[in-house]
């Protein structure tokens, strides 16, 4: 089962600057890979899936890119309410899906 | 518009038995298209996918927590269940129900409950 490594693991930056996270596996897992974001207090939002495709409702600055073992999620230009948590999740071995140990986006 | 609530213990001793309920609203349980999940997060750490059952009541659980797990469902209600036995305080975690979607060429959990916390103390 692939193992996910994010960094860095906090990230700070300012409204209106481009985020690049990144998510290593350590196997290839295709593109079988999801974004999630977690603001405080809330659950999980599904942000990308199969590595590069935006969820219903997401907005355009939010992209993923990536194949084999290394993905990446960037925010083109931040938003107060995009300062949150970030996890990457691998489902190439559904239904058991290990996640990533999360990027904190701060400012 | 489909929704998912978890209810439950908030406090339960060492060694009993944790038992937690996920009510879905606003939609179809008993579909095809979906399979049912819980995943925990404990304080301060990453999410850990605990299983699944669909909505016929097959299951399939993290070998890890396994022999501990039962999960039940009730396609009437539209509720699924979570019994976690011999809880011990690194049970201790947020409680999360999910649902997991075909997107793609893949399947990702693209709907959760609010969550509800589980504290594991005498």
């Known amino acids: 089962e692939a193992v996910l490594t994010q960094s860095p693991g906090t990230l700070s930056l300012s409204p209106g600057e481009r985020a690049t996270l990144s998510c290593r596996a350590s196997?290839?897992?295709?593109?079988?890979l999801a974004w999630y974001q977690q603001r405080p207090g809330q659950a999980p939002r599904l942000l990308i899936y199969?590595?590069?495709n935006r969820a219903t409702g997401i907005p355009a600055r939010f992209s993923g890119s990536g194949s084999g073992t290394d993905f990446t999620l960037t925010i083109s230009s931040l938003q107060s309410e995009d300062f949150a948590v970030y996890y990457c999740?691998?489902?190439?071995?559904?239904?058991?899906?290990?996640f990533g140990q999360g990027t904190k986006l701060e400012v | 518009q489909v929704q998912l609530q978890e209810s439950g213990q908030g406090l339960v001793k060492p060694s009993q038995t944790l038992s937690l309920t996920c009510t879905v609203s606003g939609g179809s349980f008993g579909t095809t298209y979906y399979f049912w999940n819980w995943l925990r997060q404990r304080p301060g750490q990453g999410l850990e996918w605990i299983g699944y059952i669909y909505y016929t009541g097959s299951t399939y659980f993290n070998p890890s927590l396994q022999s501990r797990l039962a999960m039940s469902v009730d396609t009437n209600k539209q509720q699924f269940s979570l019994k976690l036995r011999s809880v011990t305080a690194a049970d201790t975690a947020i409680y999360y129900c999910a649902r997991d979607n075909r997107l793609g060429s893949g399947w990702y959990f693209d709907l959760w409950g609010r969550g509800a916390l589980v504290t594991v103390s005498s």
């Open positions: 999740q691998q489902r190439n071995n559904w239904p058991r899906g290990t």
């Open positions: 196997q290839s897992i295709g593109t079988y």
């Open positions: 199969d590595s590069s």
